[in-house]
């Protein structure tokens, strides 16, 4: 059997960031609100080897769309996913996830 080293990055607000660090992501880069630095934080993460899913929130996503859809074109990996966070529902799916990962409900 192979064993295949699967390694999350996160990138996104500030919150989100600290929820994705209490569920187990080792590596998180918060970015308040400027463009520029999300999109080169993402460009930087994007060009490592050891990286395998980029976690990001739908604000990066909208801010790098661009970037986003030139990276992949480019290459299959790493796989960028877009964080579920829409609160139309009346409760926060990305608190739920992290419940169900972490089994337990935190608030900040």
Same mark, same amino acid.
């Given at each position: ?9 996160? @990138?996104?607000?500030?919150? *989100?960031? *600290? ?16 463009? #520029?630095?999300?999109?080169? @934080? ?14 990001? *929130? ?10 986003? *859809? ?8 790493? @796989? ?19 419940? #169900?990962? @972490? ?6």
């Amino acid at each position: 059997m192979r064993w295949i080293n699967i390694y999350l990055v996160a @990138v996104g607000d500030p919150k *989100t960031c *600290t929820w994705l660090k209490l569920a187990g992501i080792g590596e998180v880069y918060p970015i308040e609100e400027d463009l #520029q630095d999300s999109c080169e @934080v993402l460009s930087n993460i994007w060009l490592r080897k050891d990286i395998s899913i980029i976690l990001i *929130t739908p604000k990066i996503a909208e801010r790098c769309h661009q970037r986003i *859809t030139e990276f992949m074109s480019e290459k299959t990996f790493p @796989v960028i996913m877009e964080l579920p966070t829409d609160l139309k529902k009346g409760k926060d799916p990305l608190t739920e996830l992290i419940r #169900q990962a @972490v089994g337990i409900k935190l608030e900040l």
